[in-house]
């Protein structure tokens, strides 16, 4: 029955009842904080383009990521800023490299916080692109040796899910052989499935010292425009073993998010990137 039968206002008189009735709620435990670890002690070094955020050492760190699981936020994700840094990305994959510490640190001090580890390469190479460079280009295969070794020691080290951002083709393969191999079957890979080429990653760049020093990333990450082609990715990701999948960055497709919602029934994360942030300073 039409009006006045039918009174959708009915449901929304109080809050108690909006709550009941509500069809999208966002809880604290849903979010994931990205952080910066930098080398030292008692660093805590605001990022120039995203004030209130900062470089932290490992000590801070720490301290930051009590104070979020006190919050209620479901996790954090880490990327490291190594001491130095050469061709191979070999601070990537070292054991006790600055995420692989970080990691151990925070599984002491927290315990319900998941801790979750950026899988990639253009932090520890001096070329600041995502693999190894051959040709002036980003050899894809070589790269997936380094992207499984870095996914299977942020396991060692306790991470509780991996998420491969490097864009290569055949990563999330690479690395679930790599984990059930040696017994990390258990461990989740969150893949950056869709992951576009944008100016939005502009200050994440300064804060992750990860800008490429020659070209661009255009040849592994998405164009900007092919919304096909990402449904495509995310079913070969899905195919090659990923648990869960990413869009980022996440306001320029929520069209794209709504999609991969329709289509896949896995989680889909949003990655609101340091681009969105910057623009909402005044």
């Known amino acids: 029955m039409p009006f006045p039968a039918q009174r959708l206002r009915r449901l929304r008189a109080t809050e108690s009842l909006r709550s009941l009735v509500r069809e999208t709620h966002l809880h604290p435990g849903q979010f994931i904080l990205p952080l910066f670890v930098c080398p030292g002690e008692g660093v805590r070094r605001e990022i120039g383009s995203m004030p209130g ?72 190479t001096s070329h600041g692109h995502c693999g190894y460079v051959k040709d002036g280009d980003v050899d894809n295969d070589t790269t ?23 864009m290569m083709d055949g990563r999330v393969w690479a690395i679930r052989q790599a984990l059930d191999v040696n017994g990390y079957e258990k461990i989740p890979i969150l893949s950056y499935a869709a992951k576009f080429a944008s100016v939005f990653y502009g200050p994440f760049r ?37 648990d869960m999948i990413m869009v980022k960055p996440a306001m320029p497709y929520l069209d794209l998010i709504w999609q991969a919602r329709q289509r896949y029934d896995v989680p889909v994360a949003a990655y609101q990137v340091s681009g969105e942030y910057s623009m909402s300073i005044p």
């Not at 997936?144 to 490097?166: C, E, F, N, T, Y």
């Not at 998405?222 to 073993?241: F, S, T, V």
């Open 53 to 124: 955020n900062y470089q932290m050492s490992l000590d801070e760190t720490v301290k930051e990521c009590a104070e979020v699981e006190a919050l209620g936020i479901g996790g954090v994700i880490l990327f490291g800023l190594p001491e130095s840094k050469d061709e191979m990305a070999s601070g990537a994959y070292d054991d006790n490299g600055i995420v692989q510490r970080a990691i151990r640190a925070i599984r002491r001090e927290t315990s319900k916080l998941l801790v979750v580890t950026d899988v990639c390469n253009c932090e520890y």
């Open 144 to 166: 997936l040796q380094w992207l499984a070794k870095s996914a299977l020691s942020h396991a060692r080290a306790g991470a509780h899910i991996v998420a491969p951002s490097d």
């Open 206 to 242: 300064e804060a992750a010292e990860s800008a490429p020093q020659f070209g661009d990333r255009r040849s592994y990450q998405m164009d900007p425009a092919n919304g096909r082609e990402a449904m495509r990715e995310i079913e070969l990701d899905l195919q090659e073993g990923a």
